[in-house]
């Protein structure tokens, strides 16, 4: 902890001491702040603790998200990447929770802890990461990274079974960087379009370490990958593709999981997907996801506190994903995506969207997630959450 510490301090101290500079410089800095308003309906789906049963109830949230995004050119063909991520909470959900400094300091840590929780006070939490730190190598057809980075061996637009390092969840609209992992990743590109790599995250224990290796290639319009390795006392292998069907665009990644251990079952999850842009620049995407470790009853709810990993990307067995977006205006889009679960609880996700630029470097974004699903109390949404997001970049 002590040593994630003074790496956070010096992360805050020295861009501060940098920018009153006017040299010319082989660094670089950038970043961005947003504050999120969050309006939380439950029907019949909050529990009160103290009477043991479910509740209706209205929550009231607030985020303030700083981001800084550290570039320097140690050498040539070496650099080093560091962000730090800044986020105060305040309001209904954190006061309901005793342990949400907590669950936040868990959430996106790897093998090092590089987390500070600065205030954990009533109804305010603040926290502090560093998400990405790591050393760059290039020489050649070489790349080497050693340390916390995104090892992004995903395709598809939804859902990533390839992305056995750094599975990350549809519904986390805020984290756009997505989780990183403490590793190390040796690329060797062997054409324009093919490369082969090896990458292996920091364990103390064997079963906790993730080993693998992807080959990549082009075929006709098409990208290939194949990977191969050893994920937390799994062998994994899996595949997939990105490339054209006439017009469209087709997408798909499928990963099975074998055990070692008895007590374990194996896991196999693939999804495809299409998407097509029309002249007036209208965008569709749909897409199917089969996840073997899914449910086929538990409640929507789930969706928002389910345990992710590429072995279980969603919480249900079958899904079916759909997007439609518009520009109306060159500074306005608007958007819904659907994700339905044709299993015996009929889960559907409603995701709409609306986004104005506002300005230069100014961002204005209305987020909805609406889940319905059917139980004992019939067809019903249990919970309705709306954001609006402000955001500066910088």
Known sequence: MKSGCILIVGLLVFPLLALGQDEPKDWSLSGYIKNMQTLIFFNDAYPDLRQGVLVDTFLQDNLIHNRLNFRW???????LRADLRSRVFYGDLVKANPNYADAIDD????????SLVLLDENAWVAHTMIDRLYLEYFDGPWEVRLGRQRINWGISTVWNPNDIFNAFSFTDFDYEERPGSDALRVKYYTGFASSVELAVRMFDDFDEATVAGMWKFNTGTYDIQILGGYDRNFLVAGGGWAGNLDDAGLKGELTYFHPLEEEQNNAFAATAGIDYSFENSLYLNVGYLYNSS????????RLFEFELSARNLY?????????????????LNGGVALIYSPVDVHALFMNPTLT??????????FVGQVVFDKEERGYSSPLQAFFLRLKYSY
Request: aromatic share 14%; hydrophobic share 35%.
């Open 315 to 331: 919480p249900y067995r079958h899904a079916i994903f759909s997007q439609v977006s518009y520009p109306f205006t060159p500074l």
């Open 73 to 79: 050119e140690m050498a040539e063909g070496l650099n």
């Open 107 to 114: 959430v996106n840590n790897d093998y090092f802890d590089l």
């Open 294 to 301: 899914g449910s086929t009853n538990t409640s929507v709810t």
């Open 356 to 365: 104005l630029s506002a300005a230069e470097n100014w961002d204005i974004d």
